[in-house]
């Protein structure tokens, strides 16, 4: 297979699980409600946290040792294995909450959520046959097709008044439609095998991603508790919500990003395998990255935190200014990281990618901390943690990229000039926007809102467009040409 084609099917698979699942949380919340979609993300958190305990590293393991006879078949029986004792975790769970008073739809909740281990064991075992034998594309299109039939079911239910489990029963078409498909494509049947020395090496493999796991789940959802503690589980929803909308933007940006910066990083390594001159070329693409990071990041997180006000009424309706206010912060953190956007090919292509790990714990660990500091004044301090984080990150990244890329502080200092100059022209836009859409709003007054971010949004846009225009299309015209597969220009 080819291996664009495998990524760009990678990069739809992602895409699709961040749109599908920010629509289902849009709609959810329109129809629940913070209080109930917050309780709901709080029973979902604790089912993943069942969920990766019973997936481990069995994938990981199968891909390690794909080539050895009988590894595949153990790992798919240690998977079922695992994955039943976590559903009988969960019903546990689940009786407990219902022992608790908690409200009966989310102790089913966690029972039904957990449950779909019974098939994800079986799931993953067959993903990462269909991996180590090239099948990248295929895999994508089930994750898509599965992202895709758990939103429209989701949705589905959620307008004929199902309520929580409208969610749930979205995981579980998810769950139900990756099993199908895996299994009718991969079209293996695993023996009936069980070798006793072969299960410590399982174990300690699978140990070791599973460590991994969770110290990605407190970064992820680490979050949640805590505002949780002091906010309350309406606090959860908005908050959640309006990281979710940040979200999916930045992954939109940084998966194109990402595309691009590999495929010339990869091309500096093939074509040039002379050690200085392999240094130079990675000064010259990391400074081109700097500015077409930038460039492109400007106007899609700018514009954000200053639209969000409009757009998250249109999305979730009246009653939802804290999430707009979280989406605000949220971007505005997003656009000050944009030096991370790179950070994977260049620290990749210099041997250094071990340092990114260490840096971003240590970030989690701060965001944790600064969350539970700050996270009692209000929920615009809880998202302050955020920007405090990427306050301290970028700088630290950038002095990285100076030291060991080749990153030219002129570079720099022009790209943030033009940042600062984008920022103000999106904000010219965006305030004659809404001038103009007070006049439409009173010509129209039931849509006086859409007509807001529509104006907005057009008036940013415009402003923003014709400063590229004058001051750098050649780096726009780069960029555009490098999505299509075609780079004008190469370091």
Partial sequence: MNSARGAAWIVGSRVTAQLSGMVLLIVAGRILGAEALGSYLLVAAIAEFIRRLGRAGWREYVLATAHEPGAADMAFWCSVIAGALCALAGALGAIGLGLGGVDPVYAWALFLLTATLLLGGATMIFEARLVHRGRVDRSSQIAIAGDTAGMIVGVAALLSGYGILSLVLARLALAVTCFAGMALVDRWRPLLLWERARLPQILSFSTNILASRLVNFANTYGADFIIALFLGP?????????????GAVQELVSEAMNMLAWASFAKARTDDPDPARAQEATAALTNTYIARGLLMATPVYAGLAMTAPALVPVLLGAGWEATAMVTSIIAVSHLLMTPFLISEPVLSHLGRVKLLPRLQGALSVLTLASLAALAGFGIGYAAFAFLLRALIASPIMVILYIRTAGLRVETLVSSLLMVAAGIGVLAAGVAAGGLAAAELGA??????????????????????????????RDLLLDILAGLRGRPRVEA
Avoid: S
């Avoid at 309406?234 to 940040?246: D, K, M, P, S």
């Avoid at 010509?443 to 750098?472: D, K, N, T």
């Fill in 443 to 472: 010509l129209a007054p039931p849509h006086a809102g859409l007509a807001r971010l529509v104006c907005e949004v057009a008036g940013g846009a415009a402003a923003y467009g014709v400063l590229i225009y004058v001051f750098r």
């Fill in 234 to 246: 309406a606090g959860v929803g908005y908050f959640r919500t309006g990281l979710r909308i940040a």
